[in-house]
């Protein structure tokens, strides 16, 4: 009988400029890792990491919590996390623990849960850091490459991206509030404008063509948000400077990555993307803040090890 359960998520950058909410890719950048065990009477977490233990708290601890009490398991649990994502920097972090909890729940369960639920469990995550649940960054840490999540009805549409698409994410090294998305998202509009609207929208589905026929540049061309990254832009110190010097050194887009402060460019194998994460870290360091650069490409979703 098996007793314990490893799973490795990826992290993920959400939104992708105009599909705030409903796009993300899977980054093999960074990952962590759930192990799950059958052990004692209680539910608790063990990590060498400064994240929180208590199960409210914590992603996965939220995710594990309300699993076990679905499907009326009887036995401990011990959630061993391994933190490989930095956390609260737009990069997923607390989606890639959820990612990994609902998947080892499952394994260790033998759910056979399609994707949609473990996305939907892995949601329930989301609440210990956001405060209200988007299916984004775990949806792309679940399933990988590029996903649209689509709420009403609920539904998560997996694109397979395009091999020769290259992305460079710096990660400043600046304090981030504990509730960081919580904090980003009451900056945004309570209303936008219908032409504001049309634009986005216009974009996020020329995106989706792009990554539908593979085509790199459709989906650089399509990367311009005028609704969130507006709004959110004063929160990350040299935000213009990082975006300039990266478009300078070739890449095709620029924008937020989630909720932030990490930024992401999107880019080619036919481009430098190394010049282009020296220009983002140059930028970053004209606003006399220092920042964490990685070259990556898109990944495949959480993975029992
Ligand atoms: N779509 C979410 C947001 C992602 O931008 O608030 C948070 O990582």
């Given at each position: 009988m098996v007793e314990s359960v490893t799973v490795r998520a990826p992290c993920s950058t959400a939104n992708?400029?105009?599909?705030?909410?409903?796009f993300g890719l899977a980054l093999d950048a960074y990952y962590d890792q759930v192990q799950l065990k059958k052990e004692g009477k209680e539910i608790r977490i063990q990590s060498m990491d400064s994240i929180p233990t208590e199960l409210e708290k914590n992603s996965a601890g939220l995710v594990i919590k309300e699993m076990a009490r679905k499907f009326k398991i009887k036995s401990g649990l011990v959630i061993k996390i391994k933190k490989g994502v930095p956390p609260?920097?737009?990069?997923?972090s607390s989606a890639a623990s959820a990612a990994a909890a609902a998947v080892a729940f499952d394994a260790l369960f033998k759910l056979k849960l399609d994707g949609n639920s473990l996305v939907q469990y892995a949601g329930i995550g989301e609440r210990a850091s956001a405060g209200s649940v988007h299916y984004d960054n775990v949806a792309a840490s679940v399933l990988g490459g590029f996903v649209i999540v689509r709420t009403a009805p609920f539904d998560v549409i997996r694109i397979s991206p395009p091999k020769d698409l290259v992305l460079c994410v710096a990660v400043p090294k600046i304090p981030v509030p504990q509730k960081k998305t919580e904090v980003s998202r009451?900056?945004?509009?309570k209303q936008v404008k219908l032409s504001d609207h049309i634009k986005n929208l216009s974009n996020a589905s020329a995106l989706t063509a792009g990554f539908m026929k593979k085509d790199v540049f459709l989906i650089g061309s399509s990367i311009?948000?005028?609704?969130?990254e507006p709004a959110r832009k004063?929160?990350?110190?040299?935000f213009d400077k990082v975006k300039k010097n990266a478009l300078r050194a070739g890449a095709m887009a620029v924008t937020i990555s989630g909720a932030g402060p990490s930024m992401i460019a999107f880019t080619s194998t036919s481009s430098n993307p190394k010049r282009i994460s020296d220009s983002m870290k140059k930028g970053f360091s004209e606003a006399g803040i220092d920042c964490t650069v990685a070259i990556c490409r898109p990944s495949k979703g959480a993975t029992v090890i």
């Open positions: 992708l400029g105009p599909g705030f909410d409903v609260g920097f737009g990069m997923g009451k900056v945004l509009p311009n948000d005028i609704i969130v004063h929160l990350i110190p040299g």
